[in-house]
């Protein structure tokens, strides 16, 4: 079971500036990390055209969670999108049956009180990587409990 | 997808053409061999008619036929051999590479600017032709031969009689249960019979009147008198005849000879393919009538095979084409086309369609209800008559009718559970549809579907499926679905073809940018997989640039794990085309970068990149050391220190000094020190300082103040502190470490004409080895010895990288490089120190302006007298060294 998350920076003073860089990236077991990365760099295209037609049809809607990007053969991968236009990915194993809807929702959810605990750190530079003790654990306590 | 050159119907329309053969006597056969082509090559730079046909259909009303294009080729009795295709195919790829000099588009999307070629002409190559090499199959007529052109010449004993043994010949290919191979459309092929006149051998006279007597005979339709070989050898030297044959015969095999060497995979030698080829020959030299067994689907191995089985004549056979053809001869040649389609082939495509029609209506439904289930056909089935027609409108380009066809062929089919014939008949509905003028139906994508599912699941015939996807997708293309063209392409990719997934792939890639959200990652990601098949199927060149494409979109993002695997391919891929520069900077990248590699991957980086720089190191001139990366000097932490390193307590005595390199720089204690030395000065000079005065400064350091150049005394030692720090996970070893210099002697020092080695002017104290753990931050002090005076400057250290031997894999061997534990390399690292920020002026003030460094530019003094002072017990004890002038 892998969980891995992808957080992009939306730079809210100025849109041109939009960068896709990785905030935080964690993945179990970490032997097969590059795919991971590729998963996840790929899915950011699907999160942003899936903001896009969202920004068309409903332009006030204030559901954050877009769902199931895309499944692959052997993974799902579900995508987030925060206000400021930060992005979270997770990617679960296709045979995790666990793991519904809801579930991911919760997750995602959790991710978001946490990063923003995260950026509410007067230290913490946005756009920098999340080097945050509690984040990690908070993380790690998430993956243990869907594995 | 990328651009083409080729409109969609120009590409469609000519990957389904007239089929006609060629049965040439031997006579005739020599006569074309003057000019180094056989009947049908001669033939091939004519085959598309520039004008229009005209022909009527079943209702009467007459079809306007445009830019047709006939395929003319000698009768091959075997059919293409599935290796020799696949070979001929990864050959024409990899002889099609980008040009140095062609444009690539720059594309923007969001924060992305990519540099893209908008056209991939390999894959257009690759898919001419594989289209070109299809196997004729039974459950389609498209590619089955439509006629036969029996050549004989006007110079034969009885030429009538050698067209009866020909006619007599083709009749046994058709008919006789030995050859069952090529196809032929219908029962009795329009037999054409060609009278073929060389102008240098014979009598014209002879020749027309033969003419009268075969018109006679086979009817003026039936037959045609082509003069050729106008030329005689005379005037050949003066006179430029365009060639038109070169671009048909051998566009690919001379960047392929010297691609050769370069392609490991691709290496197999020419005469192995050529033994493939010939293998069916062999099998038919006893055959009365010569036949050239290769040409006729094969036109890229006819070109490869021409020359190299001349022999020795190979420079000069390519540019021989045509020798004995004036421009008079090619018009002729173009007039014998036309009149050929015109007169006889069109005629007999419409008596053809005529026939099958009224066939089709006479069948009535109780013939179906009699022989219902039938998932073979026999030849003259009455489904097969449909399609049948359904192929000949579509070939002269009544898409209305051969649409309408094709979806009552489909039916009965799909009733009959005839898989394959119902996936074949739904591909050629879907692009007739397509194809038909004014778009009456939109194009029916899900025909195309069901068409490539059926050959690929149900019939496993991937060949009919990428046929049939390669459609489907640039006629999505030209409808701007490329998301759905995407995932067709995407869907043909599997495990028994690398080169073709990786076509496809990089096609699939072109199309996600292509979208109109243009989709950069998604580019990036299938570019990645695109090369990796690429790779496998050893066409190196190609998964370069793959990667190289895609990296644009990775580079410099933070996705670090993807980048360095990207660039370890680059390395690796650039090593073996030989193109070591960029194969070291892709190392170079992956080991500078804060690695967040494990250390057995650090470890195998950097073994690789030491394999290579070695490689690169040696080939390049000894003169020019390279700069390595690592491991990382901080360079302002360097200290300079002056003279005799003394330990402050050595034994009893104690030096009276506050200088020492393992000492910290203390600014309170130094400032004392100075006004100390302010003060004897002072004195000796009655009080006043001099305005030239100095203090003097043993050891420099980023703390100092290093704008002046520091004062070094000959035949003192000099001694540099370099901070060392290994970024890897995995130790590094430096052996010979020492420092680079340049000096510059004070002119009068040196007896005029004398010239001073190396060792004269300066001795470099050289490390043997220096061993860094991993992510250890080390200082190697490295000493000086000035034997002249004059200006020194410390240009950087050089030394010998190399990596540690790490207990567990000894002597890894990676992919074939085996790296063992002695590698290394020779380099230098320079050390350049940024100066101070200046902050005086107002103008220094408002810029970022940085002062010069002089820590490691001393000047060399003539010897001076030098004072050491060592304090014993309180008691004070008074060296005086003095080297005295």
């Known amino acids: 079971m892998m969980t891995m998350l992808g957080g992009e920076p939306f730079l809210l003073v100025s849109k041109q500036e939009q960068q896709n860089y990785p905030l935080y990236i964690r993945s179990v077991p970490s032997d097969s990390e590059l795919k991971f990365h590729y998963t996840v760099h790929t899915s950011l295209d699907v999160v942003e055209e899936k903001v896009s037609a969202v920004g068309k049809v409903i332009v006030d809607q204030r559901e954050l969670y877009l769902g199931l990007l895309y499944p692959t053969e052997d993974y799902k991968v579900y995508g987030y999108v925060t206000n400021s236009k930060v992005k979270f990915v997770i990617v679960v194993d296709s045979s995790n049956t666990s793991l519904r809807d809801n579930e991911i929702r919760s997750m995602f959810r959790k991710l978001h009180n946490s990063f923003t605990d995260v950026m509410c750190n007067p230290f913490y530079n946005p756009g920098d990587p999340i080097q945050s003790k509690v984040f990690d654990s908070m993380v790690s306590s998430m993956m243990v409990q869907t594995c | 997808m990328a651009q083409c050159v080729q409109s969609v119907q120009e590409f469609i329309q000519d990957s389904f053409v007239p089929m006609v053969a060629v049965l040439c006597s031997e006579d005739a056969d020599r ?363 579509f070939l002269v380009q009544h898409y209305d009718l051969a649409y309408s066809c094709y979806h009552t062929a489909k039916k009965d089919f799909l009733n009959d559970q005839a898989m394959l014939y119902a996936a074949g008949a739904l591909e050629m509905a879907a692009v007739s549809a397509f194809l038909q003028p004014g778009a009456p139906r939109p194009y029916p994508a899900h025909y195309m579907d069901t068409a490539i599912q059926t050959y690929r699941d149900v019939c496993k015939n991937m060949v009919l499926a990428e046929r049939c996807a390669l459609l489907s997708a640039e006629i999505l293309k030209s409808q701007a679905k490329y998301s759905e063209a995407a995932t067709l392409l995407i869907k043909m990719t599997s495990e028994d073809s690398d080169l073709r997934s990786a076509l496809l792939l990089e096609q699939a890639a072109h199309c996600f940018i292509n979208t109109r959200s243009p989709m950069v990652r998604k580019f990036a990601f299938h570019m990645i997989l695109a090369g990796h098949r690429f790779s496998k199927a050893g066409q190196k060149r190609h998964a370069l640039r793959c990667y190289c494409q895609a990296m644009q979109v990775y580079r410099g993002k933070g996705w670090s794990l993807a980048e360095d695997h990207i660039n370890f391919i680059i390395g690796r891929q650039s090593f073996t085309l030989r193109q070591p520069e960029n194969a070291v900077s892709a190392f170079r990248h992956i080991l500078l970068n804060d690695s967040k590699q494990a250390a057995s991957q650090q470890g195998a980086f950097l073994r690789e990149y030491l394999y290579v720089y070695k490689n690169v190191s040696q080939a390049s001139a000894e003169a020019s050391l390279p700069q390595l990366p690592l491991p990382c000097i901080q360079s302002s932490a360097t200290r300079v220190f002056f003279g005799h390193d003394r330990r402050l307590a050595e034994g009893e005595k104690q030096a009276a000094s506050h200088v020492s390199l393992d000492q910290e720089y203390d600014r309170e204690l130094s400032q004392q020190w100075r006004e100390l030395e302010e003060q004897v000065v002072a004195i000796v000079n009655r009080g006043v300082l001099p305005v030239t005065f100095q203090p003097t400064q043993y050891c420099l350091n980023s703390q100092t103040d290093n704008m002046r150049f520091p004062l070094a005394v000959v035949e003192e030692p000099i001694i540099v502190e370099v901070v060392f720090r290994n970024p890897l996970k995995v130790s590094l070893v430096l052996t010979d470490l020492s420092l680079l210099w340049k000096f510059a002697l004070k002119e009068f020092t040196l007896p005029h004409g004398s010239e001073a080695s190396e060792i004269d002017l300066i001795t470099t104290e050289v490390i043997s080895e220096f061993c860094m753990n991993p992510e250890e931050t080390k200082v190697a002090r490295l000493k000086l010895l000035p034997h002249q005076t004059g200006e020194l400057h410390i240009r950087g250290v050089v030394y010998n990288l190399g990596a540690a031997p790490s207990p567990g894999d000894d002597g890894t061997k990676v992919e074939g490089i085996v790296f063992s534990d002695g590698m290394f390399v020779r380099g230098r690292q320079d050390l350049e120190i940024q100066g101070p920020r200046l902050n005086s002026t107002k103008e220094e003030k408002t810029s970022v302006r940085h002062g010069p460094d002089r820590r490691l530019d001393p000047i060399i003094t003539p010897p001076m007298p030098l004072l050491e002072v060592m304090n014993q017990e309180k008691q004070i004890l008074t060296v005086t060294n003095s080297t005295a002038c």
């Open chain 2, 31 to 393: 006569v074309t061999r003057k000019n180094n082509l056989n009947f049908s090559e001669l033939l091939r730079p004519f085959c598309r008619l520039t004008s229009e046909g005209h022909l009527r259909d079943p209702s009467n009303q007459i079809q306007v036929v445009k830019n047709l294009k006939i395929c003319v080729s000698n009768i091959v009795t075997e059919p293409p051999q599935q290796v020799v295709t696949r070979r001929l195919l990864s050959e024409v790829v990899s002889a099609s590479q980008p040009a140095e000099s062609s444009v690539a588009n720059v594309i923007t999307a969001g924060d992305y600017d990519l540099n893209i070629s908008a056209t991939t002409p390999w894959f257009e190559t690759y898919r001419e032709t594989f289209l070109q090499s299809m196997p004729a199959s039974d459950h389609e007529f498209l590619n089955h031969c439509l006629a036969c052109m029996l050549v004989a010449t006007s110079h034969e004993n009885a030429p009538v009689e050698q067209f009866q043994k020909l006619s007599q010949e083709q009749h046994r290919i058709q008919h006789g249960s030995e050859c069952t191979y090529p196809k032929w459309f219908i029962p009795n092929t329009l037999k054409y019979y060609v009278l073929l006149h060389d102008m240098g051998e014979g009598e014209e006279q002879r020749a027309e009147s033969i003419y009268e007597d075969m018109k006679q005979r086979y009817g003026t339709q039936g037959c045609y008198l082509l003069k050729i070989n106008s030329r005689t050898s005379v005037q050949s030297s003066n006179e430029q005849i365009p060639d038109p044959w070169s671009q048909y015969l051998h566009k690919s095999n001379f960047q392929n000879q010297e691609m050769y060497d370069e392609n490991d995979a691709t290496n197999y030698t020419l005469s192995s393919v050529l033994s493939l080829i010939d293998a069916p020959c062999k099998t038919c030299n006893d055959h009365p009538l010569r036949l050239d067994q290769t040409s006729a689907h094969m036109d890229g191995i006819d070109a490869l095979r021409a020359p190299v089985s001349d022999g020795k004549k190979v420079p000069s056979a390519s540019s021989t084409h045509g020798a004995c053809l004036t421009l008079n001869d090619h018009d002729r040649i173009r007039q014998f086309i036309q009149e050929f389609t015109f007169r006889g082939l069109l005629p007999h495509i419409e008596k053809n369609i005529r026939q099958l029609n009224d066939q089709v209506l006479v069948i009535s439904d109780s013939y179906r209800l009699l022989f219902p289930k039938n998932p073979w056909y026999p030849p003259e089935a009455p489904e097969l008559q449909i399609r049948k027609m359904a192929d000949l409108c």
